[in-house]
Nanobody
Framework: QVQVVESGGGLVQAGGSLRLSCVVS????????MGWYRQAPGKQRELVAT???????NYADSVKGRFTISRDNAKNTVYLQMNTLKPEDTAVYYC?????????????WGQGTLVTVSS
């Protein structure tokens, strides 16, 4: 069984910063891609940023230059540093990981953490 737990969401004023964390734990052999997605009210879930096991990164155009994704492989943790936040960044942020278990590779999701940016 694999657990994915996010933390760090909250309410912040426009222009402010937040740092999200996500810890993956359980019966896993390794973690491949780790990433963050978000879903705003009335909208589809969208990719925010991903990082591979070789530390290559990918960002949505809307967050480039403002958000930074990083990972600590020793702690099975991925972070999302969000700077210069805008009201349109308001969403539930979900952590996603592709992990290797005894049954092969599988994708796992966290329960989400709410980020609210006030204008």
């Amino acid at each position: 069984q694999v657990q994915v737990v996010e933390s760090g969401g909250g309410l912040v004023q426009a222009g402010g910063s937040l740092r999200l964390s996500c810890v993956v734990s359980g019966r896993i052999f390794s973690i491949n891609t780790m990433g963050w997605y978000r879903q705003a009210p009335g909208k589809q879930r969208e990719l925010v940023a991903t990082t591979s096991s070789t530390d290559s990164t990918n960002y949505a155009d809307s967050v480039k230059g403002r958000f930074t994704i990083s990972r600590d492989n020793a702690k099975n943790t991925v972070y999302l540093q969000m700077n210069t936040l805008k009201p349109e960044d308001t969403a539930v942020y979900y952590c996603n990981s592709r992990v290797l278990t005894g049954l092969g590779y599988t994708e796992v999701w966290g329960q989400g953490t709410l980020v609210t940016v006030s204008s």
